[in-house]
């Protein structure tokens, strides 16, 4: 089980979950998969490559077809909250997935 901000472990999790997708998770998969990766780059405090991460999560959003019962919409806005933060060097919240 993974704790709180185990962005790295998470990464290598989804990214399995990616490399096995079928049709319609493809996208879904990609979405969680840069989040991650994303994590691991605000972590190292890499802030282009975390802004390129989740910037990459929020277009992989637009693609998804089936959200599976998550607000993803939600999640696109905040992440594009979060990106501009990252890239003004300013504090920022993290986004939560939530159910609709």
């Known amino acids: 089980m993974l704790a709180a901000h185990d962005y790295f472990e998470a990464s290598d999790e989804f990214e399995d979950l990616f490399f096995e997708a079928v049709r319609d ?7 969680f998969l840069q989040l991650a990766a994303g994590g691991v780059h605000l972590e190292r405090r890499q802030w282009r490559a975390a802004a ?13 077809t089936d ?10 806005a905040e992440l594009r909250t979060v990106i ?4 003004q060097g300013s504090a920022f919240e993290w986004p939560r997935v ?3």
Not at 25 to 31: D, H, L, P, S
Not at 52 to 64: F, G, H, P, W
Not at 84 to 87: G, H, K, P
Request: charged residues 40%.
């Open 25 to 31: 998770e493809v996208e879904f998969a990609r979405v």
């Open 52 to 64: 390129q991460r989740l910037d990459e999560a929020v277009r992989a959003i637009a693609r998804v």
């Open 67 to 76: 959200d599976r019962g998550f607000n993803l919409a939600r999640m696109a």
């Open 84 to 87: 501009e933060q990252v890239r």
């Open 98 to 100: 939530l159910r609709r």
